[in-house]
T-cell receptor
Framework: QKEVEQDPGPLSVPEGAIVSLNCTYS??????FMWYRQYSRKGPELLMY????GNKEDGRFTAQVDKSSKYISLFIRDSQPSDSATYLC????????????FGTGTRLTIIP | DAGVIQSPRHEVTEMGQEVTLRCKPI?????LFWYRQTMMRGLELLIYFNNNVPIDDSGMPEDRFSAKMPNASFSTLKIQPSEPRDSAVYFC???????????FGSGTRLTVV
């Protein structure tokens, strides 16, 4: 079993819809959590990070962490065609050690 | 800031040849990572350095792979001899230790035929 599980999709939604992306993890040592966005033939770029249970909001994006169930989510409101990309969740054990474990990524397409 | 710079962007080589991938991290960053991405296995950490010292190379698949960081502004990942199953996109990333924010380069797409 992988330490971080992520549904690979693909996921297609109409423009303007709310998108929900999810990951589960098994390692209790993970303390901080990130979402990366990767456009085709580009490197992953950091979208959001959080190191506690609860919600963190940034514009149209909300990251949610539930450490009790080892479940992390990313919500995208008012989705745009420019949001079409692969989204990867990542988990780390502490900020002094930036070794990240990634999910396999979910490919998202926003249909105009 | 130019970001993490990787070269070459694309590499096509024949099986058995030596391949060297290069990386220049963001100035001031003291952690450097090499990742490999494939459709089947996703993004896997191969090795990471702190202050130019290799800390964890447990992800390096076998002895054919080696990585060096001779100074704070340069790192190489070498595959010798290369095999078709090494075909993947190789990413270099860097961060400022303790800040937890890892920045990736654009990757090197390696094809071994």
């Amino acid at each position: 079993q992988k330490e971080v599980e992520q549904d690979p999709g693909p996921l297609s939604v109409p423009e303007g819809a709310i998108v929900s992306l999810n990951c589960t993890y098994s390692n209790s040592a993970f303390q901080y959590f990130m979402w990366y966005r990767q456009y085709s033939r580009k490197g992953p770029e950091l979208l959001m990070y959080t190191y506690s249970s609860g919600n963190k909001e940034d514009g149209r994006f909300t990251a949610q962490v539930d450490k009790s169930s080892k479940y992390i989510s990313l919500f995208i409101r008012d989705s745009q065609p420019s949001d079409s990309a692969t989204y990867l969740c990542a988990c780390g054990s502490n900020f002094g050690n930036e070794k990240l474990t990634f999910g396999t990524g979910t490919r998202l397409t926003i249909i105009p | 800031d130019a970001g993490v710079i990787q070269s070459p962007r694309h590499e096509v080589t024949e099986m058995g040849q030596e391949v060297t991938l290069r990386c220049k991290p963001i100035s001031g960053h003291n952690s450097l990572f090499w990742y490999r991405q494939t459709m089947m296995r996703g993004l896997e950490l191969l090795i990471y350095f702190n202050n130019n010292v290799p800390i964890d190379d447990s992800g390096m698949p076998e002895d054919r792979f080696s990585a060096k960081m001779p100074n704070a502004s340069f790192s190489t990942l070498k595959i010798q001899p290369s095999e078709p199953r090494d075909s993947a996109v190789y990413f270099c990333a860097s961060s400022l230790r303790g800040k937890g924010l890892v920045t990736f380069g654009s990757g090197t797409r390696l094809t071994v035929v």
